[in-house]
């Protein structure tokens, strides 16, 4: 079983993958950090080449071995990482990766290009939309930042980034469920989507 979550910048997908995940006993894999670990590979001079992503069993992401998991949330990685993520060469290596990782196996996998691209045989996907403001407040207060005006900005700036590139732009799947969260608390929004996973297994005889 394969769930592809895909949606912008703070829509709430790691909230919802954790708790798809832990609910359905499935593995979870955040590609956004993969993009932020190549970025920051990048930004201490190393080549594309010289850099190896890889997560261990505690979804610790590891830069040429070195857990830099707590280094990978910052604004600045925030921008330098969706600017590494317009060239091919990176999108070739960490799509290649994920679908390596996601092989015969049950997995939550989420991030812009999940349902298009890396997963597109999951059998469930959904897109969380929201608006920019929303989003831009989640955002301070997982951070505990303070300006909505400098978060606002970031978050619509890595927007137009991440949908305009030419390859794998930030798009819905055309058999995405499109989950509108303006309105919803994160608690509705995991309940809409375990329905939807259960409704699923229901339906194909393989009830968790
Ligand atoms: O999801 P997160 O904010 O951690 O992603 C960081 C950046 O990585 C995004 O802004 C996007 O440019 C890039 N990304 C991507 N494809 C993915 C996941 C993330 O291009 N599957």
Known sequence: MQIAIDGPAASGKTSLGA?????????FAETGKMYRAVALGLERGLKLDEIDISVDGNN???LNGEDVTDLLHSPRLDQA????AI???????LVSLQQQIARGRDIVMEGRDIGTVVLPQAEIKIF????PSSR???????????DFRTT???IVARDERDSTRDIAPLNPARDAIIMNTDQKSLEEVICEATDLV????EGHCCVQ
Do not use: T
């Open 198 to 201: 259960k409704e699923y297994l």
């Open 136 to 146: 831009a407040r989640r955002r301070m207060k997982q951070r505990k930042e303070l």
């Open 81 to 84: 990482a969706s600017r590494a």
């Open 87 to 93: 060239r091919p060469e990176v999108r070739r290596k």
């Open 60 to 62: 610790h992401f590891l």
């Open 19 to 27: 708790a798809l995940a832990q609910q359905f006993g499935y593995l």
């Open 152 to 154: 606002l900005r970031e």
């Open 128 to 131: 969380l939309e929201a608006r």
